[in-house]
């Protein structure tokens, strides 16, 4: 008697309580658009705050470095030796280093160099390793086996050292350092191309395009690397802040890019000299070394967390 | 297992040579001959001095020469430092880099675990955020950013800490904090991520079920299982403290390999710098060589697959 009563006072019957029944073409209804695996990707990419964050470091790091220079009074190489060692101020934002050198657009130019060291070690790294490990992963047996051990032999020799001894011979220049850090720098991605390769090969798409007379290459860099492309972004992404790093490394040892040219590098071991007395000498390009890392390095690893399956949740 | 240790010894070995005969070349390769002086010398010293040198010989035969001394650990003699070895010149600075690289190592795989496990722990909480807010830090800081930053506020600022040198144990504190952040990091998200990994494993669910305390799964079950990353990366944090210190050792004033390495790049010391490069090289690849023998000690996996067939 009491739920009648109830269910009257708030409109509700007992029928609406029913249960409705299987039925089977309720089922298959689509609720929401399907998405496809490149929208997953960005979804799970873009929901990352920290990883967006990175990537609009990364964007206006790259904005500044290629306008601000542009824009300022002051370039990165006139002396002004009245100057000397200001303090940041409405005319030098930065300050300005021993030879009153504007710092603001020292920085910038200094960022310039680093993103390009950056980003062409990255890109000769991408080519080299697609290609070698390309060939590693598809052909395997004997091919693979010697490819395989000539890069271990490589790998085994110390990064820095063949870089160090590199730049101690050859002249000091950008593209010195470029050439210095592909020798082995390459390695790393062929290895990750290989074990991607070796995984795609035999899937039934590869086949398929063999039986149609496709080409080894043809199958390698049509079918099998653009399904590789994940793993690929990732250690792309992961290469350009190892590779900043290097040319800063270098550039504070004297053996990277030659003044008037600015760098991170050199700048933060001209700073250091000065710290106690003009500490914004080493403060900003410390700084924007820090950030521009941060930035990378966090964009990276949500692209990694993007694109590995076992993610998704 | 003995094939295995084997076939990565003969590889070393390969890498090895290939280094030293690309030094080798390399350094002959540079224009102009390392006697040459400002100072205006006769034709028959100029000779007198190759021939103490060795430089009047063949090419193949002064590589021989090296390769033989090489292999009785004899690295040549400097060309800027009157009568100094490169033997001599590494002993007086190597125990400065010795001391603190192992205390750099200790810190970084201590720190390191520790920040790891608790960050595995407490997944997704609060202090798994900070420490990987801490780890992202040390992959973003490079040393020579931080190394200035620690001096400046801790020696300059607080007078806590002494600005150089490297004589008593407090002097340690600062180089070892900065040289062996970035391998926290690394080790710290090596560890979180495997360890969260055998968390959810089968085993884990298994000893759960058989009712072992929650101490006795983390250390006993999970932890041995996910450590093993760690061992991999033991001979590539031994290069980051090798180069890392280099630059350290210029920061704080210690006088190390680090910093020697880098007078004799500025000073153009061929000798040196060739002597130094093969030391470090050697130095590096044995560090690599025995982490690959422990990581095959540790998994039981490996050791099952290595006394079959080398991989």
Known sequence: ?313 | MVRYILTKFVFMFLSLFLLVTATFALMNAVPGSPLQSEKATTEQIQKNMEAYYGLDKPLIVQYGVYLKNLAHFDLGISMKKRFQSVNKAISRSFGYSFRLGIASIITSVVAGCALGIIAALYHRKFLDNLAMIIAVLGLAVPSMVLAPLLQYLFSVKFRWFPVTGLKHPIDYVLPTIALSLMSIAVIARLIRSSLIESLHADFIKTAKAKGLAGHVIVWKHALRNSILPVVTYLGYLTAGVITGSIIIEQIFGIPGMGQFFVSCVTDRDYPMIMGTTIFYAILLILCRFLADIVYVLVDPRMRASAGKAVK
Request: hydrophobic fraction near 50%; charge should be positive; glycine fraction near 8%.
């Open chain 1, 1 to 313: 008697m009491q739920p009648e009563v109830q269910a009257g006072a708030s409109g509700l019957s007992p029928e609406q309580f029913s249960p409705l029944g299987r039925n089977a073409a309720d089922f298959e209804k689509v609720v929401r658009k399907s998405r496809t695996a490149w929208q997953d990707i960005r979804y799970r990419l873009t929901s990352n705050k920290l990883a967006m964050f990175g990537l609009i470091l990364m964007v206006v790091i790259a904005l500044f470095a290629i306008f601000a220079p542009m824009f300022s009074h002051f370039n990165y190489y006139s002396n002004d030796l009245n100057n000397a060692n200001a303090a940041p101020s409405y005319t030098h934002w930065f300050g300005t280093d021993d030879l009153g050198r504007d710092m603001y657009v020292r920085t910038w130019k200094g960022a310039q160099v680093s993103l390009f060291v950056g980003l062409a070690a990255a890109l000769i790294d991408l080519f080299i390793g697609i290609v070698y490990g390309g060939i590693m992963g598809y052909f395997g047996g004997k091919v693979d086996e010697i490819m395989n051990r000539f890069a271990e032999i490589l790998y085994a020799i110390p990064y820095l050292l063949v870089v160090i001894l590199l730049l101690v011979i050859m002249p000091p220049s950008l593209t010195t350092i470029i050439v210095a850090m592909s020798i082995t720098g390459w390695i790393n991605m062929a290895w990750i191309v290989r074990g991607e390769i070796m995984r795609l090969k035999n899937q039934e798409y590869a086949l398929a395009s063999k039986a149609l007379g496709a080409g080894s290459m043809r199958i390698i860099f049509r079918h099998l690397i653009p399904n590789a492309i994940g793993p690929i972004l990732v250690t792309l992404t992961l290469t350009v802040p190892s590779a900043m790093f290097t040319e800063a490394f270098l550039s504070f040892l004297g053996l990277g890019v030659q003044s008037p040219v600015s760098s991170w590098g050199m700048m933060i071991s001209d700073g250091v000299k000065a710290m106690t007395v003009y500490p914004w000498r080493i403060l900003f390009p410390a700084l924007f070394l820090s950030i521009t890392m941060f930035a990378f390095n966090v964009f990276g690893d949500g692209l990694r967390d993007a694109f590995d399956p076992k993610m998704k949740q």
